[in-house]
Every structure is written in structure tokens, then in C-alpha cells.
């Protein structure tokens, strides 16, 4: 079993940049070897894939609206991962969400899930 809390979202300007966080914790055995994801809701949108980590050896990947702008990490000392967003644009308003366990992009696979953290960007 694992628990996320995310934290760091907010009230930012277009232009900013902003850090989220997500502390986990629980078993060991639920974090190694697993895949740690990013993923965010619009509102009145379905979830969107932003960007996934390998715990084990920290290889990403991002989706298209993550890859130019935004930098998933790990710190495995803390359990801690982390969502780095520059330039921030009006459209990147929504509730974020880290995740653990699933495969790549597929939300649907990821068995832990954060409360969310909503970080809403104003123009």
C-alpha cells in the first residue's frame, strides 16, 4: 500500500513558475521498481497525462503539453516526487495529481493516487 499527498499548488501569475510536491509513503515494496506520474484535470476536461518517472533507475517521459515547460523528479532519500512548472500559462489551471504504480500514460493502471493540489494561473 501507498499514501500521496501532493502540495505546492496555487494562485500564480502568467509567466511564474511553480513546484509541486507529492510526499509518499507506506510499503517499500510499493515503490520500487514502480513508474511515478503526473497527471492533471481541467475543468470540464479528462485527466491529462503530464509526465512519468522510473523510481528504480529515473527515467521520464512527458506528454505534449509537459515536454517543453515542465520537469518531473525523484528524491528516493525523501520519497519524494516532484513536478517543476515554468512559464506558466492560464490554461495550465487545474487540479494536479501524482500517482504511483501504473504504466506510463494510462491513468486507469495507476492503483495510488493523490488528493490533487489545485494550481490555478491567472492572466
Not at 503530464?50 to 505534449?64: C, F, R, V
Amino acid at each position: 500500500q501507498a499514501q500521496l499527498d501532493e502540495s505546492g499548488g496555487g494562485l500564480v501569475q502568467a509567466g511564474d513558475s511553480l513546484t509541486l510536491s507529492c510526499a509518499v509513503s507506506g510499503s517499500a515494496s510499493s515503490r520500487d521498481g514502480a513508474t511515478a506520474a503526473w497527471f492533471r484535470r481541467s475543468e470540464g476536461k479528462e485527466r491529462e497525462f503530464l509526465a512519468t518517472i522510473h523510481w528504480n533507475d529515473q527515467i521520464t517521459s512527458y506528454g505534449p503539453s509537459a515536454a517543453e515547460r515542465f520537469t518531473i523528479s525523484l528524491d528516493t532519500a525523501s520519497n519524494t516526487l516532484y513536478l517543476q512548472m515554468t512559464q506558466l500559462k492560464p490554461e495550465d489551471t487545474a487540479v494536479y495529481y501524482c500517482a504511483l504504480g501504473g504504466v506510463t500514460s494510462y491513468s486507469a493502471s495507476y492503483p495510488y493516487w493523490g488528493q490533487g493540489t489545485q494550481v490555478t494561473v491567472s492572466s
